[in-house]
């Protein structure tokens, strides 16, 4: 485990660099501590909480003034903040989707309430039986269009305001004339109903993206970045290596990491899916170089995961192991290295949308340097006289998963250059 200690080191000795030293003045150390103690309302999901909880507040404040409390009434304004509540999401993008199906299927089910109480007059047998034809429809809509919000808000507006007008209808109104009384007006209900689902939709769309917005594109680009970065990190411990010194066999990632790395995996496709809606007058979204992109990551990350099984075969290594890989450690470094270093130049460019450079190095060179390698050990008989064929499984298992890991870096570029283009000197004009 000495490249996971020695990564701790470099960490601990990073976050000291970014603690201040004791030669700076005491306004600046407060400043830094005052920094840190803030920490917690960084985060998204505490600007999330703050946000939603301050547009709660602002909508529903009419409903405590009595100036305005007769018309927030009359207008239903508790739908429009259940709406509101319903719409705002963490992503600016997953607000717009979550308040176009809001709204679009809040005018389908109102649409749909008007038509089935005038068809029906109010009788409570042909309320049933268009009931059933709509669930029917909605439960259609839901798992064969696989579209859940938009089913679930037609069938909520079409219930509240059928619902609502058969109990007034039914005297339960408490004697109140309004929308009708006991001759509801189911115009006026669905009316009204549209109008509040709008405001909160509206309002809620307003706050997601003023105040403190968190955007699903900007998410999924520094979370790729991230991605990539942690997994150079994770093939620079090269296990082989230590298995060269130790004897004992050292995974890659642990089970810990591996679902570490399938959570962060499914959190960068619920983004892309936000992403898809969010607009930009600077670009469209490029959704499908997004998902190459993250598909191949994927990839990546099994090829990860097959070199750990691979290695977890045995717990100790042979003699004959042990030799090969001492012959072919500078190699091996040095295709290591390799892969490191294109992973940190990919999430260099997704990080600061920048061109990537033409003249990147091949993985492929140094792969067929570490085959060469390996082919003049097996025709050295004095110094591969202890490797057996079985002995020489591992490398080959590493070397078909550098190949793997080669092929899907090279098309996560291409992707990357569809993106955000290639470095030239039309790119590097100085202003």
């Known amino acids: 485990m000495a490249p996971l200690r020695a990564e701790n080191r470099n960490a601990a000795h990073t976050r000291a660099n970014l603690r201040p030293p004791a030669e700076r003045s005491v306004k600046e150390r407060l400043g830094y501590r005052l920094w840190k103690s803030l920490e917690f309302f960084r985060r998204d999901d505490t600007k999330y909480a703050i946000k939603v909880g301050a547009g709660a507040a602002l909508y529903a404040m009419p409903a405590f003034l009595p100036s305005t409390r007769p018309f927030y009434t009359h207008w239903r304004g508790e739908w429009g903040l259940l709406s509101y509540m319903l719409v705002c999401s963490m992503t600016i993008g997953a607000s717009n989707t979550t308040g176009y199906a809001r709204f679009f299927g809040t005018c389908l089910g109102a649409v749909c309430a008007i038509v089935a109480w005038i068809s029906t007059s109010g009788n409570v047998f042909g309320l049933a039986f ?24 037609i069938m909520l507006t079409y219930n509240l305001s059928v619902l609502y007008a058969y109990s007034l209808s039914q005297k339960e109104g408490g004697g109140s004339q309004d929308e009708g009384g006991q001759e509801p007006i189911i115009s006026e209900i669905a009316l009204h109903r ?40 994770v093939w620079k411990r090269d296990p082989l290596s230590c298995m060269e010194k130790s004897g004992r066999s050292v995974v890659y990632m642990t089970a810990r990491e591996r679902l570490e790395l399938e959570r962060f995996l499914s959190r960068m496709e619920s983004l892309l899916a936000a992403a898809r809606s969010e607009f930009e007058l600077r670009s469209a979204f490029a959704d499908s170089s997004y998902t190459t992109i993250i598909r191949r990551t994927r990839n990546m990350t099994n090829a990860f995961h097959a070199m750990n099984l691979e290695l977890m075969k045995s717990d100790m290594a042979t003699a004959g192991e042990i030799c090969l890989l001492r012959y072919t450690a500078n190699e091996r470094r040095q295709l290591s290295a390799r892969i490191s270093h ?20 091949s993985i492929d060179h140094a792969r067929d ?44 570029i291409a992707e990357i250059g569809q993106l955000f283009g290639v470095l030239s000197e039309d790119v590097m004009q100085l202003a």
């Not at 993206?209 to 968190?214: A, E, N, T, V």
């Not at 294109?342 to 190095?361: F, G, I, Q, T, W």
């Not at 390996?374 to 190949?403: F, K, N």
Request: a neutral charge; hydrophobic letters at 50%; one cysteine or more.
């Open 130 to 153: 268009f009931g059933w034809l709509m669930a029917a429809w909605t439960a259609w809509i839901t798992i064969v269009r696989g579209n859940g919000p938009m089913g679930r808000f």
């Open 194 to 233: 549209v109008v509040a689902v709008f405001s909160g939709c509206i309002w809620g769309v307003i706050i997601t993206r003023l105040i403190w917005p968190i955007s699903a594109r900007e998410r999924l680009k520094d979370g790729l970045s991230l991605l990539w970065l942690r997994l150079g990190l």
């Open 342 to 361: 294109l992973l940190s130049v990919m999430a260099s460019s997704m990080k600061l949308e920048y061109p990537l450079s033409d003249v990147l190095p």
């Open 369 to 412: 340097r570490l085959l060469a390698r390996i082919y003049r050990y097996r025709q050295d008989h004095e110094a591969s006289q202890l490797t057996t064929d079985e002995d020489c499984a591992l490398l080959y298992a590493y070397i078909l998963v550098t190949g793997q890991l080669s092929q899907e870096i090279m098309e996560i």
